[in-house]
Nanobody, 120 residues
Framework: QVQLVESGGGLVQAGGSLRLSCAAS????????MGWFRQAPGKEREFVAR????????GYADSVKGRFTISRDNAKNTVYLQMNSLKPEDTAVYYC?????????????WGQGTQVTVSS
């Protein structure tokens, strides 16, 4: 009953772009901050971007600032991650998350993930 469903991952060459989408139910979207995390092989899961429910205030990891943009469409219960100027080091499984904390100090719900592969 509580679901976050990611889509939009795929294979892209370095310098290319992808847009990830995360579709949520209203109960998992309204009043929640939303965010994206990623996990590369052999590495810990890391924060990528977040956006608050109140005011759509955004935050980004230093590694993606200026390249990635997070946004949300509250009418569609969907959050997006626009990824530009992709680098091979961006290769990872990307996970959507929902949090009752504005800055996502903790994550309450997770999607299944979508693979992003950036080739040289």
């Amino acid at each position: 009953q509580v679901q976050l469903v990611e889509s939009g991952g795929g294979l892209v060459q370095a310098g290319g772009s992808l847009r990830l989408s995360c579709a949520a139910s209203e109960r998992t979207f309204k009043n929640y901050a939303m965010g994206w995390f990623r996990q590369a092989p052999g590495k810990e899961r890391e924060f990528v971007a977040r956006i608050s429910w109140v005011g759509s205030i955004t935050g980004y990891a230093d590694s993606v600032k200026g390249r990635f943009t997070i946004s949300r469409d509250n009418a569609k219960n969907t959050v997006y991650l626009q990824m530009n100027s992709l680098k091979p080091e961006d290769t990872a499984v990307y996970y959507c998350a929902a949090s009752r904390s504005n800055i996502m100090l903790v994550q309450h719900y997770w999607g299944q993930g979508t693979q992003v592969t950036v080739s040289s």
